[in-house]
């Protein structure tokens, strides 16, 4: 019998066979966090897990973000066109 090595993300019970890539989703889930209280601070009638989606979304397309704030807006193109973020979010990390 083989022994597999496994990362778990404790923040939401990920799973993942290589250690760079647990540690990169533990960080767009941190970012996400900061998005989502940032989120609920600016805003503070937002239902909480619509804050939460809006900050994963953020998180996950930090790049585009960077970008538009560089002043290149049409970067945020590809995330405003992609039919249903959230379900997208929940089940591409998740393995």
Do not use: S, Y
């Not at 760079?20 to 897990?49: C, S, W, Y």
């Amino acid at each position: 019998m083989a022994v597999i090595a496994m990362w778990k993300c404790d923040r939401d019970g990920a799973m993942f066979d290589d250690k760079k890539a647990a540690d990169a989703h533990d960080k767009m889930l941190e970012l996400g966090e900061v998005f989502t209280r940032l989120l609920e601070q600016v805003i503070p009638e937002v239902d909480g897990n619509k804050a939460e989606e809006f900050g994963l979304l953020m998180a996950r397309h930090k790049e585009q973000v960077i970008l538009a704030c560089k002043g290149k807006i049409d970067a945020l193109d590809e995330v405003l066109n992609t039919p249903n973020n959230v379900a997208t979010l929940e089940t591409a990390e998740h393995r």
